[in-house]
């Protein structure tokens, strides 16, 4: 793969599994310095009290053709955030891609519970780990990005701004955190663009993190088993694929043309021409829209 993002600096926080951690090894694959943040090391877990550890993500980054960098961070203390920043400056004097990937809400939310009888507690943690986060690493890193002009901005979201306004999404918490996220992105945008700056909001489709393989039994060779409970998964995606449409909007010279947008991993692999790992380009939204939500039977056929 072509190293067009060497000497470039990123930093992506929530790094430990799932699109995170593709998106840093992707972004390393094409040559970038990538700074992996999260609070599961190989001495603690969080409280997803999962595996998945940021060293090693990076050295899956490094693995790729990158440099990885772990760094353990709780993106909702201000301290922590602030070190960190303050130590890429005095490594790189620079930071050219933000992605804002932290969530760890997936033990949190109800998919049955209504407000009023949902934990309030929980609720409430949700709309921190996933709102809180990101507007705590946004104020410490944009004064680092903005130095160089060409900076970009990649919050993470679930659904697309146009998908999440007519359709409610599971739960009031998750439908308030998700929707958040892309107004973010949007804020940020307009902030940005004075100083040569992009942000965008994106989301990947059905994806096939390691939770939802657990979820469903399967591993990544025999994903496909799942079909047999849940039709629709046959259109899911590795968590490669949007890491792979973060790269392309890091090297595409042009990227302020997205600038404000809200995008989908299914819609840049058309534009810019990558694929997940099998070779294919699935389209979830769009097919979520016209075949799963319309209630036809699951049929992949031209969607991926």
């Known amino acids: 793969m072509e190293k067009d ?12 599994r799932g699109a995170g951690r593709q998106v840093a090894v992707q972004l390393g694959a094409r040559g970038a310095t990538v700074y992996a943040t999260g609070r599961t090391t190989r001495d603690k877990r969080s409280e997803m009290d999962r595996p998945e550890t940021i060293e090693e993500t990076a050295e899956l980054v490094t693995a790729a053709g990158g440099v990885g960098i772990a760094v353990p961070a709780d993106h909702l203390d201000a301290d922590q955030v602030r070190t960190l920043v303050e130590r890429i400056d005095t490594e790189h004097g620079r930071l050219d891609v933000l992605v804002n990937d932290i969530w760890g809400g997936e033990l949190l939310f109800s998919w049955d519970a209504k407000l009023w ?6 609720g409430l943690r949700i709309l921190r780990l996933a709102i809180d986060t990101h507007i705590v690493t946004s104020h410490f890193a944009l004064p680092l990005l903005i130095r160089t002009p060409g900076g970009l901005v990649v ?3 679930d659904g697309t701004a146009e998908y999440n306004a007519g359709n409610y999404r599971v739960s009031f ?3 308030l955190a998700k929707s958040s996220v892309l107004r973010m992105a949007f804020a940020q945008s307009k902030e940005l663009a004075p100083y040569g700056g992009t942000a965008v909001a994106l989301t990947p489709g059905w994806l096939r993190s390691e939770l939802m393989l657990e979820h469903y039994g399967v591993t990544e060779d025999n994903w496909r088993d799942a079909c047999t409970a849940e039709p629709h998964f046959a259109i899911s995606e590795t968590p490669a694929y949007v890491g792979r449409a973060v790269a392309a909007l890091a090297a595409d010279p042009d990227r302020s043309r997205w600038n404000g947008q809200s995008l989908s991993s299914g819609q840049l692999a058309q534009v810019y021409g990558f694929t997940d790992v099998d070779g294919s380009r699935p389209d ?3 097919y979520v829209v016209e075949v799963q939500d319309a209630g036809k039977p699951a049929d992949v056929t031209g969607y991926r």
């Not at 993002?5 to 430990?16: D, Q």
């Open 284 to 286: 979830a939204w769009r």
């Open 117 to 122: 009888e949902h934990d309030l507690d929980k």
């Open 173 to 175: 918490f998750y439908d």
């Open 5 to 16: 993002l060497a000497g470039k600096v990123a930093l992506v926080a929530g790094a430990t």
């Open 155 to 157: 919050e993470m979201t």
